[in-house]
């Protein structure tokens, strides 16, 4: 009894600060989504309208179309993340001259804030001074124009997000290869399985869950991308990159209709929450249940 | 480990079996397909509490059924998952 007492005194603070930081303004943007309410119009009172928001959405073709391209950029992003990501970290378990140097600089564009890896990635491809396209219409005699070409738009952050965020990917999956025990791997080595078999049986298994941390933390990363794709295309051309998140600044703060953001804000929260949980039900659950 | 170096937080967590069953907190294996509390089945209900209702928005209400009726449904779901699931 003693101990559930101090363990609660020791977690008061946190609880604290989660309940007002987390808590509350989750419930108020959850209290706002049923409302109607233009804080800058003649009437900027609230007013309660029932699930209408909620009924708007589903058909709301701005919407729709933003989740399609939202889920697009994900699938893309993160599997790409993913792979390359797990190749990168088993180059980096070898010995190589010059290690230590590309592990330092293969690092760097984490510690790069979002809005300037936008803003460079923008000065990198606009048409007339951008190196990207000078290169790809010099070497491979093809024009790139993110503001004309909606793929081309889209892919450019694709590879963006790629460039930035695959090293967190890596780093993580370092730390996971470097902490499993070597005794499988010599054992099913003298047993005569081969490097397919080793890594489906017995690598994919053992980092299983810092794998699906990673994978969390860039899905929910992924789905509200605002700033890069705010910096680098606006959205455009027309909405052909209006992700999830840009759909809401824009709904939000330009066109003040917070009621309605509020309530796209709450189902982009349920779509992240129940993918996460789809997935770690699909891949660690079973693994669980094997143990118990 | 002898109890002497057990830190009063490490003690936290050395909870005798059945604290869990105490705070209500047991897993167990219904009809659903993975072990759960009665947390983890009560967020399975709201779920698909709203992914009822979205759909309900978007096909049925169209028709001209009341959503009461999707609410009435996933109440009725949801009571049943929390006690059988």
């Known amino acids: 009894m003693r101990s559930n007492k101090l363990g609660w005194i020791l977690l008061a603070p946190t609880l604290l600060i989660l309940f007002f930081f987390g808590v509350l303004p989750f419930v108020y943007v959850v209290f706002v989504s049923f409302h109607q309410w233009n804080p800058f119009a003649a009437s900027p009172e609230m007013i309660f309208n029932g699930a209408d928001n909620f009924r708007r959405i589903v058909f709301d073709s701005a919407f729709l179309n933003s989740l399609g391209v939202t889920v697009a950029f994900v699938l893309f992003a993160v599997i790409s993340e993913v792979i390359i990501g797990y190749m990168l970290a088993q180059a980096f378990m070898r010995e190589f001259p010059g290690k230590a140097f590309f592990r330092t600089i293969h690092t760097l564009p984490l510690i790069m804030a979002p809005i300037i890896v936008g803003s460079v990635w923008k000065l990198m491809t606009t048409p007339s001074i951008g190196i990207i396209p000078h290169y790809l219409d010099k070497w491979f005699g093809i024009s790139m124009n993110i503001g004309t070409s909606a793929p081309a738009a889209f892919f450019t952050i694709v590879v963006m997000d790629i460039w930035h965020w695959t090293p967190l990917v890596t780093l993580t999956l370092i730390a996971a290869l470097v902490s499993l025990p070597r005794d499988p791997f010599e054992q099913a080595q003298i047993d005569g399985a081969n490097k397919r078999q080793i890594f489906w049986h017995i690598t994919l298994p053992m980092i299983a869950p810092a794998l699906i941390a990673t994978v969390f933390i860039r899905l929910m990363d992924a789905l509200r991308t605002v700033d890069e794709v705010w910096m680098l295309t606006g959205g455009g051309p027309g909405s052909s990159t209006r992700f999830l998140g840009v759909h809401i600044f824009k709904e939000v703060f330009p066109k003040t209709n917070y009621g309605y953001g509020s309530t796209i804000s709450v189902i982009v929260l349920y779509l992240t929450i129940v993918v996460c949980w789809l997935l770690y039900v699909s891949m660690l659950a079973p693994r669980n249940n094997r143990k118990g | ?85």
């Open chain 2, 1 to 85: 480990m002898t109890d002497k170096h057990v830190t009063p937080l490490a003690s936290a967590h050395l909870a005798k079996e059945g604290d869990d069953a105490a705070l209500g907190d047991t897993e167990r294996h219904g009809f659903l397909p993975i072990e759960t509390n009665w947390f983890d089945r009560l967020f399975i209900s709201v779920v698909i509490w709203v992914a009822l209702s979205l759909f309900w928005f978007r096909f049925i209400e169209p028709i001209g059924l009341s959503i009461w009726i999707s609410n009435a449904i996933a109440l009725a779901l949801g009571a049943f998952i929390i006690r059988k699931g």
